[in-house]
């Protein structure tokens, strides 16, 4: 059997490769276990040596990898370079933070009356062993480098699984991480298919699981993860609310509200996707909202002055189509878009849809793609209610000049990141992750590198002699 590497664009095949038996399998879990004996006594210097090389090979050919990756999954070619330099700041992040984050940190003493003359205690972070990750395709660099870097940082070792349509860019990743002079089987890619994926969970020398995807995938990984407990992180998606008050300045809140929305093709998970407007100004905002979408320029991904690329795979473009179809049917109107666009290539016009009923499916599934759903409110309560009546709770934003419902926002929205007058971004310097059905655990920051770590109580008390010992 193979993987095959597909344009979007227009459906030309890249490149075939042959997946991974069985047997290739188990040589590449042996490795990562061997490799990880030895890997997790290296020091810090060894370890940052490695992804700063991986920074600069990322830095020195982002065009390399950025046109890779609009071939391989569609995103505007421009974007592609922006996410190989974003993966080599992430490296250099952890290269540069991870001895800190890592460090023995005092655990709390005891009463006076309780404590032992020269009693230590202190939490040591310790690596786990090899860890799988499970890996999507809208940003195949990123989503990588960003579990990578902290993971080979505290010591494991490391396997990945990446999207079966995006096979040049694991391959791509593997060489980046063999030319940084990472030792053998520090990292390495399995060519599996989603049945495989199970046997590798349930493997006793695999430590942790980290998983980006779909909810049924994060949910069958966990599922397996608990049988054989094994810790999990998981991040499921989302459906992320960008609400707009009364106080917010409109025209520049819709620009910010389109991008948000369209970014990656509109395929990522802390896109702005559910647009909550008080009624005040949802007129103005929506006729805006809906011309700013409708003057999007859709096509080549790799023409600089496009705005919109092809999404990803036929199936996602046609799952887009019926979502929007069965919304329509169950009252949505559309207020521009809507359709596929014909000729080659996986392309879906920008699409805006109001009208949404509780009923629908615009309300409570994820749209991945150029689709925005807007919603109007009547006051801040309502537009809570509305924003977290959804099965994820991922990123979210808050557009507003007053700073009670700055404050009421921040306290009350069901979200594991809340942004005031921001679009929600990613950051090797802050947390990421979610809440609900978008999944648990964090990633990026010392939250994510402690993960997968051991965090070890260690009490030590002196020594009073061999008699007293063992009295």
């Known amino acids: 059997m193979e993987l095959r590497?597909?344009?979007?664009?227009?459906?030309?095949?890249?490149?075939?490769?042959?997946?991974?038996?069985?047997?290739?399998?188990?040589?590449?879990?042996?490795?990562?276990?061997?490799?990880?004996?030895?890997?997790?006594r290296s020091v810090f210097a060894e370890r940052s040596d490695v992804l700063i090389r991986c920074a600069e090979i990322l830095e020195a050919e982002s065009q390399r990898w950025g046109e890779l990756m609009t071939l391989e999954m569609g995103k505007p070619r421009q974007a592609g370079i922006d996410e190989a330099l974003k993966c080599a700041k992430c490296c250099r992040y952890y290269a540069e933070n991870s001895e800190r984050f890592l460090a023995d940190e005092p655990a709390p003493a005891p009463a006076a009356a309780q404590m032992i003359k020269g009693e230590r205690r202190f939490i040591a972070f310790q690596p786990l062993g090899p860890v799988l990750a499970i890996m999507p395709w809208n940003f195949p660099f990123w989503q990588v480098f960003r579990f990578l870097a902290p993971a080979l940082m505290a010591g494991n070792s490391a396997l990945l699984k990446h999207a079966s349509n995006v096979p040049q860019c694991a391959l791509a990743i593997e060489e980046i991480l063999r030319r940084a002079g990472a030792p053998e089987g520090v990292f390495q890619i399995l060519l599996i298919g989603s049945r495989e994926v199970g046997a590798v969970v349930g493997d006793s020398r695999i430590s942790a699981i980290t998983l980006t995807g779909s909810e049924k995938a994060?949910?069958?990984?966990?599922?397996?993860?608990?049988?054989?407990?094994?810790?999990?992180?998981?991040?499921?998606?989302?459906?992320?609310?960008?609400?707009?008050?009364?106080?917010?300045?409109?025209?520049?809140?819709?620009?910010?509200?389109?991008?948000?929305?369209?970014?990656?093709?509109?395929?990522?998970?802390?896109?702005?996707?559910?647009?909550?407007?008080?009624?005040?100004?949802?007129?103005?905002?929506?006729?805006?909202?809906?011309?700013?979408?409708?003057?999007?320029?859709?096509?080549?991904?790799?023409?600089?002055?496009?705005?919109?690329?092809?999404?990803?795979?036929?199936?996602?473009?046609?799952?887009?189509?019926?979502?929007?179809?069965?919304?329509?049917?169950?009252?949505?109107?559309?207020?521009?878009?809507?359709?596929?666009?014909?000729?080659?290539?996986?392309?879906?016009?920008?699409?805006?849809?109001?009208?949404?009923?509780?009923?629908?499916?615009?309300?409570?599934?994820?749209?991945?793609?150029?689709?925005?759903?807007?919603?109007?409110?009547?006051?801040?309560?309502?537009?809570?209610?509305?924003?977290?009546?959804?099965?994820?709770?991922?990123?979210?934003?808050?557009?507003?000049?007053?700073?009670?419902?700055?404050?009421?926002?921040?306290?009350?929205?069901?979200?594991?990141?809340?942004?005031?007058?921001?679009?929600?971004?990613?950051?090797?310097?802050?947390?990421?992750?979610?809440?609900?059905?978008?999944?648990?655990?964090r990633e990026l920051s010392h939250f994510g590198i402690r993960e997968f770590t051991n965090i070890k109580t260690v009490v030590m008390v002196p020594s009073r002699g061999s008699a007293q010992a063992t009295e």
């Not at 399998?25 to 042996?30: C, L, Q, R, T």
């Not at 407007?277 to 790799?302: Q, T, Y």
């Not at 629908?360 to 793609?369: D, L, N, V, Y």
């Not at 921001?422 to 059905?437: A, L, N, R, T, Y």
């Open 218 to 441: 994060g949910s069958e990984v966990a599922s397996r993860a608990g049988a054989n407990v094994k810790k999990v992180v998981l991040e499921l998606g989302g459906s992320d609310p960008f609400i707009v008050m009364p106080s917010a300045d409109i025209d520049s809140t819709v620009q910010v509200a389109i991008k948000a929305r369209t970014i990656n093709n509109g395929e990522s998970c802390i896109a702005a996707k559910r647009f909550i407007v008080h009624e005040s100004i949802a007129d103005e905002f929506s006729r805006k909202f809906a011309e700013g979408m409708k003057a999007l320029r859709v096509g080549d991904p790799m023409d600089p002055k496009t705005e919109i690329g092809p999404l990803a795979t036929a199936a996602i473009r046609d799952e887009l189509a019926d979502q929007v179809e069965r919304s329509v049917k169950a009252g949505a109107r559309i207020l521009t878009g809507g359709k596929k666009l014909s000729g080659p290539g996986n392309y879906f016009e920008p699409t805006v849809l109001t009208n949404i009923s509780r009923s629908s499916p615009a309300w409570h599934e994820e749209f991945f793609g150029p689709v925005a759903l807007f919603f109007q409110a009547n006051n801040l309560d309502e537009a809570l209610q509305i924003a977290n009546d959804s099965p994820f709770g991922l990123g979210s934003s808050f557009w507003s000049a007053d700073l009670r419902e700055q404050e009421v926002y921040i306290r009350e929205i069901e979200a594991g990141m809340a942004f005031v007058n921001s679009q929600v971004v990613s950051d090797p310097s802050i947390p990421f992750g979610g809440v609900k059905k978008s999944g648990y655990g």
């Open 5 to 40: 590497s597909i344009n979007p664009a227009n459906g030309e095949i890249l490149g075939s490769f042959a997946m991974h038996g069985p047997d290739q399998v188990e040589s590449k879990i042996k490795k990562a276990a061997e490799a990880f004996k030895s890997w997790r």
